[in-house]
């Protein structure tokens, strides 16, 4: 990760909704506070920029915190239950699969439980109609899918050009 020149600056992860700082290692937004500022106060300001904070002494010897690599933007994370999930990491854990072409996520919450919904193109027409390699898709993106969002997720293939219908 980065190192943070803890000196110069104090730096905050904290949950997106409530603003409460989250547990050391779990993603949130990064909050700087400028500490050498003379002229213009920057104070707990927020990045919008999901993040990892890490206090654990590292390996190169330096005692102040690292940031993981940026995990996305406050705005683009979908909060599933407690994780908060990044519309590219869906693309990327479906992105080697030649049978599916552009995607739709979508997020309800009917009464205070999230269900993730993806609609996907085919990138063949004959899958619609075959039910055995049909299914097996439905199979094979719930098992990319289901780690990764911490729920079983509803799928719906489309025939190519489903989508913009």
Same mark, same amino acid.
């Given at each position: 990760?980065?190192?943070?020149?803890?000196?110069?600056?104090?730096?905050?992860?904290?949950?997106?909704?409530?603003?409460?700082?989250?547990?050391?290692? #779990?993603?949130?937004?990064?909050?700087?506070?400028? =500490?050498?500022?003379?002229?213009?106060?920057?104070?707990?300001?927020?990045?919008?920029? =999901?993040?990892?904070?890490?206090?654990?002494?590292?390996?190169?010897?330096?005692?102040?915190?690292?940031? #993981?690599?940026?995990?996305?933007?406050?705005?683009?994370?979908?909060?599933?239950?407690?994780?908060?999930?990044?519309?590219? /990491?869906?693309?990327?854990?479906?992105?080697?699969?030649?049978?599916?072409?552009?995607?739709?996520?979508?997020?309800?919450?009917?009464?205070?439980?999230?269900?993730?919904?993806?609609?996907?193109?085919?990138?063949?027409? #004959?899958?619609?109609?075959?039910?055995?390699?049909? /299914?097996? =898709?439905?199979?094979?993106?719930?098992?990319?899918?289901?780690?990764?969002?911490?729920? /079983?997720?509803?799928?719906?293939?489309?025939?190519?050009?489903?989508?913009?219908?």
């Amino acid at each position: 990760g980065w190192h943070v020149w803890a000196d110069g600056f104090l730096i905050e992860c904290i949950d997106t909704a409530s603003g409460d700082w989250v547990p050391e290692g #779990s993603p949130g937004e990064m909050v700087i506070t400028w =500490l050498g500022s003379e002229g213009a106060a920057l104070i707990r300001y927020r990045t919008g920029l =999901l993040v990892i904070l890490d206090w654990a002494p590292c390996e190169c010897g330096r005692t102040h915190p690292r940031l #993981s690599a940026i995990l996305g933007r406050a705005s683009d994370a979908l909060k599933l239950g407690e994780r908060l999930v990044f519309p590219r /990491q869906v693309e990327k854990a479906l992105s080697s699969l030649p049978e599916i072409g552009p995607i739709l996520m979508r997020v309800e919450r009917p009464r205070s439980l999230a269900r993730f919904i993806l609609r996907a193109e085919l990138a063949d027409s #004959s899958m619609v109609d075959n039910h055995d390699l049909y /299914q097996s =898709l439905v199979c094979r993106i719930t098992e990319r899918l289901e780690p990764l969002l911490g729920l /079983q997720p509803r799928i719906e293939l489309l025939p190519p050009g489903g989508l913009s219908e």
